[in-house]
């Protein structure tokens, strides 16, 4: 038996950040005491800070899909009319969180592998201007496709409804100026780009958005905005935090601040700009080529052969897991994340064993030839060598 090391390599969860896991060891620590608060006040405002809006930002003991069902729970109510954007499978989770509520949803579908366009919503606003909300993913993880929620911010900021943005995967891997674009509520999560376990759900919160907390009348208990946001002034949580999270989530915003936010993307789009020349270059087919984000890559297998094989050999192999499609997109596609703690030698490792799976397959392959094409880019955009250390 040879060494094979485990490597996380999906989408979410992704690769953790080592001083954020560290940091975990220290939570012995009560969470009704300063020295919790401090530690709680600091990592809200630095949430605050990289995700670069002036808005209030909330934090829930949740994953991701959480801060969307208090989303939906606490701004909304019984009835009111709202537009969804559904471009895969987080698109249709949004469609269900909401009509698990009673809402009177108009669903715009875009098919797996493409994108709402911003004409669409804007038609859909003008033709239900009683429109309360418009959901939308940044970036579609289940198909590597990314919206313009720009576009779509300045379409919403015109009417009286809300633009709800899952930026689960957006945060970190495209630029979002919540406050400039007028993304009224913005979610993220611990386990994508922020580099450290699955467990805590963000949302930013617009003064917009605020004034629909006054007349929404869906019950909600758990998920409380208002009452988070009271308690989080306060350097508190509702309810029990999730305090080696935070401890955790406290350390990894030092790197992001350190390294900086847009270089936080630039590194994601980087990586990705090199995966899809890499995987062109070995023959194989973007399955979003038209709006392809930065937080993943889905790529189509090889003609007549599975992806589920390819996923298989990955951990087979190279013990590492990467993923493969969702629902329908099973078995067509395998995706490659660039979020959060990803770097070249990653991707570069990726490549490789990429195209050794395929050859033991036998799909032609000249070896090298995708790692060469990810080099390329690696060397184009010069990324500077760095002496600090992570
Ligand atoms: C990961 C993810 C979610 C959240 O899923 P959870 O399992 O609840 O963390 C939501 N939307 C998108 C686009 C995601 O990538």
């Given at each position: 038996?040879?060494?094979?090391k485990?490597?996380?390599?999906?989408?979410?969860?992704?690769?953790?950040?080592?001083?954020?896991?560290?940091?975990?060891?220290?939570?012995?620590?009560?969470?009704?005491?300063e020295?919790?608060?401090?530690?709680?006040?600091?990592?809200?405002?630095?949430?605050?800070?990289?995700?670069?809006?002036?808005?209030?930002?909330?934090?829930?003991?949740?994953?991701?899909?959480?801060?969307?069902?208090?989303?939906?729970?606490?701004?909304?109510?019984?009835?009111?009319?709202?537009?969804?954007?559904?471009?895969?499978?987080?698109?249709?989770?949004?469609?269900?969180?909401?009509?698990?509520?009673?809402?009177?949803?108009?669903?715009?579908?875009?098919?797996?592998?493409?994108?709402?366009?911003?004409?669409?919503?804007?038609?859909?606003?003008?033709?239900?201007?009683?429109?309360?909300?418009?959901?939308?993913?940044?970036?579609?993880?289940?198909?590597?496709?990314?919206?313009?929620?720009?576009?779509?911010?300045?379409?919403?900021?015109?009417?009286?409804?809300?633009?709800?943005?899952?930026?689960?995967?957006?945060?970190?891997?495209?630029?979002?100026?919540?406050?400039?674009?007028?993304?009224?509520?913005?979610?993220?999560?611990?386990?994508?780009?922020?580099?450290?376990?699955?467990?805590?759900?963000?949302?930013?919160?617009?003064?917009?958005?605020?004034?629909?907390?006054?007349?929404?009348?869906?019950?909600?208990?758990?998920?409380?905005?208002?009452?988070?946001?009271?308690?989080?002034d306060?350097?508190?949580?509702?309810?029990?935090?999730?305090?080696?999270?935070?401890?955790?989530?406290a350390?990894?915003?030092?790197?992001?601040?350190?390294?900086?936010?847009?270089?936080?993307?630039?590194?994601?789009?980087?990586?990705?700009?090199?995966?899809?020349?890499?995987?062109?270059?070995?023959?194989?087919?973007?399955?979003?080529?038209?709006?392809?984000?930065?937080?993943?890559?889905?790529?189509?297998?090889?003609r007549?052969?599975?992806?589920?094989?390819?996923?298989?050999?990955?951990?087979?192999?190279?013990?590492?897991?990467?993923?493969?499609?969702?629902?329908?997109m099973?078995?067509?596609?395998?995706?490659?994340?660039?979020?959060?703690?990803?770097?070249?030698?990653?991707?570069?490792?990726?490549?490789?064993?990429?195209?050794i799976?395929?050859?033991?397959?036998?799909?032609?392959?000249e070896?090298?030839?995708?790692?060469?094409?990810?080099?390329?880019?690696?060397?184009?955009?010069?990324?500077?060598?760095?002496?600090?250390?992570?």
């Amino acid at each position: 038996m040879h060494i094979r090391k485990q490597r996380l390599l999906t989408p979410g969860p992704t690769p953790l950040y080592p001083p954020a896991l560290h940091a975990m060891m220290a939570s012995d620590i009560h969470h009704r005491t300063e020295d919790f608060r401090k530690v709680y006040k600091s990592a809200l405002a630095d949430l605050k800070e990289v995700m670069g809006t002036s808005h209030d930002v909330l934090m829930f003991a949740a994953s991701g899909t959480g801060a969307m069902d208090a989303t939906v729970s606490n701004l909304f109510s019984r009835g009111d009319k709202v537009i969804v954007c559904s471009a895969g499978k987080f698109g249709e989770r949004w469609v269900e969180i909401a009509k698990a509520y009673g809402l009177d949803v108009t669903v715009l579908s875009a098919p797996y592998g493409e994108v709402v366009t911003v004409e669409a919503v804007a038609g859909a606003l003008a033709a239900e201007p009683a429109a309360r909300g418009v959901f939308v993913q940044a970036s579609e993880t289940s198909t590597g496709a990314a919206h313009d929620v720009r576009g779509m911010g300045r379409a919403v900021a015109k009417t009286d409804a809300i633009l709800v943005v899952d930026a689960i995967t957006g945060l970190g891997t495209m630029p979002l100026d919540i406050d400039g674009w007028g993304l009224d509520v913005v979610i993220g999560g611990s386990q994508k780009a922020f580099m450290i376990p699955p467990g805590l759900a963000f949302l930013a919160v617009s003064p917009k958005a605020w004034k629909f907390a006054d007349t929404a009348t869906l019950p909600h208990y758990y998920f409380n905005l208002k009452k988070e946001k009271k308690s989080g002034d306060a350097g508190e949580s509702s309810w029990t935090p999730s305090t080696a999270l935070i401890l955790a989530l406290a350390e990894a915003l030092k790197y992001v601040q350190q390294i900086g936010m847009p270089k936080l993307v630039e590194n994601a789009q980087l990586l990705a700009r090199a995966t899809r020349a890499a995987v062109e270059k070995l023959g194989l087919e973007l399955f979003a080529p038209h709006s392809p984000g930065a937080s993943v890559t889905a790529v189509k297998a090889p003609r007549g052969m599975d992806s589920g094989v390819i996923v298989k050999e990955f951990r087979n192999r190279f013990g590492a897991i990467i993923a493969n499609g969702q629902g329908s997109m099973k078995g067509q596609i395998f995706r490659i994340a660039h979020l959060g703690y990803f770097d070249f030698a990653d991707l570069f490792a990726v490549i490789a064993g990429l195209e050794i799976i395929l050859h033991a397959h036998g799909v032609p392959v000249e070896f090298g030839a995708g790692v060469a094409a990810a080099q390329e880019i690696y060397a184009e955009a010069a990324v500077a060598p760095q002496t600090v250390n992570a």
